[in-house]
């Protein structure tokens, strides 16, 4: 090699990077001992940042360009300046490209679940998960805070600590918000928007924003998700009897596919009942009449509460027995308009039969001169 070749490989240098790689956030340009050559070119391609590192200081920082560096402005030390050590400087500067992109499709859940009181069901458990997308916003910070001098920084190095922040996040905002369990899918969009507003303070320390975060699921645990299935059923059976007919059945099938003769007999005894329950008196194959079952009792009468009007006010609840102290009192006389929930419009006490009784065990007024 000549002189004049010798020379021109020290004049020529190009610095660049294209990235092969989904999830290289970081990469150092390597040059033998980290020299940077005097009117070197440096592109920086759109989606990255080129950070400059002299003497263990970071020197600056470059956004999408080409860059001749040739100007002694530049904190860079090049060979061509130190003639006496051999072309070989003291002075290193090292090189970072900063992937400025964003990644996608990252995955955050719940490991365990979260407790939280809700209005309906009172202290229960959710899961969750969904995904998020993430990008450099400040290269500078980024090197400082969380490469250092790694010299090839993946996503998934720095991933784990992003999910913890978001499920940190997520149990102190869905804890705050309030939003009962079964209305929480309808607001995950929502929740979605308050809970990335949450974290960015977070990741903004650390040079990283996060513009998507989605919640795709917020499930309950399967016991209580079994609960609640038992719990739709019975609303939708409606009457309760046609209800533990529907069971019955049930036990009865499932009785049926068991293997263990346990299970068969389970499952032919339920039938038997149920068969005989449904025949409603008929004969049973050998001529006997079936055994009744006794008729459950009816329930309880609904005691009813009333209310009062007088001098053009609402006044009650009140209820039977109230109602009788006020009648011997006189707070209560047979023309007092009275009203319950069923009846038609406010009546006269005396003409409501459950209340006429009322005054009708009063004694008449004594006569006069007694």
């Known amino acids: 090699m000549g002189i004049f070749d010798f020379l021109s490989g020290q004049f020529i240098d190009v610095i660049h990077w294209t990235d092969d790689t989904r999830d290289t956030m970081v990469w150092r340009f390597e040059r033998e001992g980290h020299e940077i050559k005097y009117g070197a070119k440096l592109t920086v391609r759109e989606g990255q940042a080129a950070v400059f590192v002299h003497e263990g200081q970071l020197a600056d920082v470059f956004t999408p360009g080409l860059y001749m560096l040739e100007t002694n402005n530049m904190p860079i030390m090049t060979t061509l300046q130190h003639w006496d050590h051999g072309f070989k400087s003291p002075f290193k500067s090292e090189i970072y490209f900063v992937n400025t992109t964003r ?31 993430v990008r450099v916003g400040e290269p500078a ?52 928007k308050v809970l990335a507003h949450a974290i960015s303070p977070t990741l903004e320390q650390y040079g990283l924003t996060i513009p998507e975060l989605y919640i795709e699921n ?9 609960a609640l299935d038992t719990r739709t059923s019975r609303g939708l059976s409606g009457d309760l009897e046609q209800h533990l007919k529907y069971s019955a059945a049930e036990a009865l099938r499932q009785g049926g596919d068991a293997s263990g003769a346990m299970g068969a007999g389970m499952g032919a005894g339920m039938g038997m009942a149920m068969a005989g329950q449904m025949m409603g008196g008929q004969r049973g194959p050998w001529g ?11 329930p309880p009468p609904v005691e009813h509460v009333w209310h009062l009007a007088k001098n053009g006010e609402t006044q009650g609840p009140f209820s039977k027995a109230q109602l009788g102290r006020m009648a011997q009192n006189g707070e209560m006389t047979r023309e007092t308009y009275v009203w319950t929930a069923g009846q038609d419009g406010w009546k006269p006490a005396e003409d409501v039969d459950e209340l006429a009784q009322l005054f009708t065990v009063m004694p008449p007024p004594p006569p006069p001169g007694i």
């Open 103 to 133: 990644f996608n499709d990252l995955k955050w859940g719940t490991k365990n679940p979260i407790m939280l009181r809700d209005p309906e069901f009172g202290p229960t458990r959710i899961r969750a998960f969904g995904t998020y997308s």
């Open 141 to 192: 910070r980024f090197m400082s805070e969380i490469v250092g001098t790694d010299g090839e920084f993946t996503m998934d190095e720095i991933s784990f600590q992003i999910r913890n922040i978001i499920v940190q996040e997520f149990s102190r905002v869905i804890a705050a918000s309030g939003i009962p369990v079964l209305d929480m899918a309808a607001n995950t969009a929502e929740l979605g």
């Open 218 to 226: 917020i499930s309950l645990p399967p016991a209580v998700e079994k």
């Open 288 to 298: 006997a009449a079936p055994a009744q079952a006794p008729s459950a009792p009816p």
